[in-house]
Antibody, heavy 116, light 105 residues
Framework: EVQLVESGGGLVQPGGSLRLSCVGS????????MSWVRQVPGKGLEWVGN????????YYADSVKGRFTISRDNAKNSLYLQMNSLRAEDAAVYYC?????????WGQGTVVTVSS | IQLTQSPSFLSASVGDRVTITCRAS??????LAWYQQKPGIAPKLLIY???TLQSGVPSRFSGSGSGTDFTLTISSLQPEDFATYYC?????????FGRGTKLEI
C-alpha cells in the first residue's frame, strides 16, 4: 500500500525556521516527482512546490520562493521542506504528495503554527 | 492560471444529481483533477485527466471537459458525498486549485 507520512510540524515564531519531512513507503520513492501543498484551516489549497525524481529540478510558488527549499533523499525514501523566514501567513497544514502525471497520492498532513 | 469554481456552496439532497463547474483562465487541455475533502482529512483524488475515474472511486462520479471548461458530476448523491470539492490544474507552473465548492445537505 502506498503511504506518505509527514512530520516536523509545530509552533515556530515569526522569522523562525522549520524543517518538514515526508517518508514514503509501498512504492519506489525515487521514481516519482514529489510535491508539497498547504492549506490554511478552513481555507483552500495552495501548491507550495515540487521536486523531480533525481532532485535536479525544483519549482516553487511565488509566495515561498527564496524562503522555502525542497529537497529529497531517495536512499531514505524521504522528502523535505526547509522553511525559513516564516510568516504568520505560512501557518497551515502541510501535505506531501506523490505525483504520477495527474494522479496524486497525498499524506495526512502536518500542522505548522507561526506565532509569537 | 486561475481556476474559477462554481458554485461556492451547493445545497442538495440524497439522490440528487449535482454538477460543479471549473473554468480555467487559459486553456489547459485535459490537465485537470478533481478532489473531495472532508474536515480534518487530506484531499482524496476522484478524477484526473479531466475524465478518468481514480481507482476505487464510485462510478456515480464523473468528469468532463477540455480546454477551459470542466465539470464534475455526481449522478445520485449519497450521504457520504457531502464534502468540499476542489479542481486542480496541472498544465503549467505554478499548479493551482479552485477555491472549492462546499456541498451541503
Amino acid at each position: 500500500e502506498v503511504q506518505l507520512v509527514e512530520s516536523g510540524g509545530g509552533l515556530v515564531q515569526p522569522g523562525g525556521s522549520l524543517r518538514l519531512s515526508c517518508v514514503g513507503s509501498g512504492f519506489r520513492f525515487g521514481g516519482y516527482w514529489m510535491s508539497w501543498v498547504r492549506q490554511v484551516p478552513g481555507k483552500g489549497l495552495e501548491w507550495v512546490g515540487n521536486i523531480k525524481e533525481d532532485g535536479r529540478e525544483r519549482y516553487y510558488a511565488d509566495s515561498v520562493k527564496g524562503r522555502f527549499t525542497i529537497s529529497r533523499d531517495n536512499a531514505k525514501n524521504s522528502l523535505y521542506l526547509q522553511m525559513n523566514s516564516l510568516r504568520a501567513e505560512d501557518a497551515a497544514v502541510y501535505y506531501c504528495a506523490r505525483e504520477r502525471l495527474m494522479e496524486w497520492i497525498w499524506g495526512q498532513g502536518t500542522v505548522v503554527t507561526v506565532s509569537s | 492560471i486561475q481556476l474559477t469554481q462554481s458554485p461556492s456552496f451547493l445545497s442538495a439532497s440524497v439522490g440528487d444529481r449535482v454538477t460543479i463547474t471549473c473554468r480555467a483562465s487559459q486553456g489547459i487541455t485535459n490537465y485537470l483533477a478533481w478532489y473531495q475533502q472532508k474536515p480534518g482529512i487530506a484531499p482524496k483524488l476522484l478524477i484526473y485527466a479531466a475524465s478518468t475515474l481514480q481507482s476505487g472511486v464510485p462510478s456515480r462520479f464523473s468528469g468532463s471537459g477540455s480546454g477551459t471548461d470542466f465539470t464534475l458530476t455526481i449522478s445520485s448523491l449519497q450521504p457520504e458525498d457531502f464534502a468540499t470539492y476542489y479542481c486542480q490544474q496541472l498544465d503549467k507552473y505554478p499548479y493551482t486549485f479552485g477555491r472549492g465548492t462546499k456541498l451541503e445537505i
